[in-house]
């Protein structure tokens, strides 16, 4: 197994695997892991391209990215798991729900889209990381991930984010890139059967709460709600976060008992 992992949290617990956005790493998550662990064996991982999960020859498509979290699955042994993922990480997790449904009862996507942006920016972005290196878009992505008053008052956790962003390896992240280029769930949210919860950010300007309430339409089973953030609302919104996922997964499990 070639990808970066930790597992965090009590053994005998339910595991609940964790999927970072595009350009971070697994540190996103800490303002989560004191609740998680309460209630979880925590799974993180670094997506391929990022920290040190190397970068795959084939390039990185939608679908390679969901199979990387089964193979995960697979080489510790772990049947079942619910699955939290924000961005990229997102459309991991829906991809779950369409191809790995028997391994994923409940999941959360978190500030994604069934289609998140255009291929053809997604293309660009790639080559010019190529070309120049992280510097382009680490220079803009606090704009993008956070509103002006959480940059304000947090300059030490943005600049650990950023930092991450910066060095993000360019191949990686330029993969992953093109992976978002094709990734397009539309034709396929209605047919995702398992239950979701999917969190919007009230400003998120990438990912915003119109493509929340899309999903939370289009897909069964499926309720919304919206966090007052930009694009990392785990970040932004720690304790209203961590309270809707545990609140979502832990309902699940006393439901599905009776079953």
């Known amino acids: 197994m070639d990808l970066e992992y930790r597992l965090d949290g009590p053994e005998e617990a339910p595991v609940l695997v964790l999927s970072n956005s595009l350009?971070?790493?697994?540190?996103?998550?800490?303002?989560?892991?004191?609740?998680?662990?309460?209630?979880?064996r925590v799974l993180r991982y670094n997506t391929r391209g990022h920290g040190r999960s190397p970068a795959s020859a084939g390039g990185i498509t939608l679908d390679s990215l969901g199979h990387d979290v089964i193979a995960l699955l697979d080489h510790l042994d772990i049947e079942r798991a619910f699955f939290c993922g924000i961005s990229l990480g997102g459309m991991t997790g829906m991809w779950l729900n369409r191809h790995a449904p028997s391994r994923?009862?409940?999941?959360?996507?978190?500030?994604?889209?069934?289609?998140?942006?255009?291929?053809k920016s997604w293309l660009q972005r790639a080559?010019?990381?190529?070309?120049?290196?992280?510097?382009?878009?680490?220079?803009t992505a606090a704009d993008r991930w956070f509103t002006p008053a959480y940059r304000q008052q947090n300059p030490g956790m943005v600049q650990l984010l950023i930092d991450d962003l910066a060095d993000t390896p360019t191949e990686g992240y330029a993969a992953c890139c093109e992976a978002l280029a094709t990734a397009d769930l539309r034709d396929e949210v209605a047919a995702m059967l398992h239950p979701m919860?999917?969190?919007?950010?009230?400003?998120?300007?990438?990912?915003?709460?119109?493509?929340?309430?899309?999903?939370?339409?289009q897909a069964k089973q499926t309720e919304c709600v919206t966090l007052p953030a930009s694009h990392l609302s785990n970040v932004a919104c720690p304790s209203g976060f961590n309270h809707h996922v545990v609140?979502?997964?832990?309902?699940?499990?006393?439901?599905?008992?009776?079953h």
Not at 28 to 34: D, E, K, L, P
Not at 197 to 209: N, Q, R, S
Not at 249 to 258: I, Q
């Open 127 to 139: 080559a010019t990381v190529r070309q120049q290196g992280m510097a382009p878009v680490a220079s």
């Open 247 to 258: 609140t979502f997964l832990t309902a699940g499990a006393v439901h599905d008992h009776h």
């Open 104 to 119: 994923f009862p409940r999941i959360v996507v978190a500030n994604t889209a069934a289609k998140i942006g255009e291929a």
């Open 197 to 217: 919860l999917v969190i919007a950010g009230a400003e998120d300007p990438v990912t915003t709460p119109q493509d929340a309430e899309w999903l939370a339409a």
């Open 23 to 40: 350009g971070t790493t697994w540190q996103m998550w800490q303002g989560q892991m004191t609740d998680f662990t309460r209630h979880f």
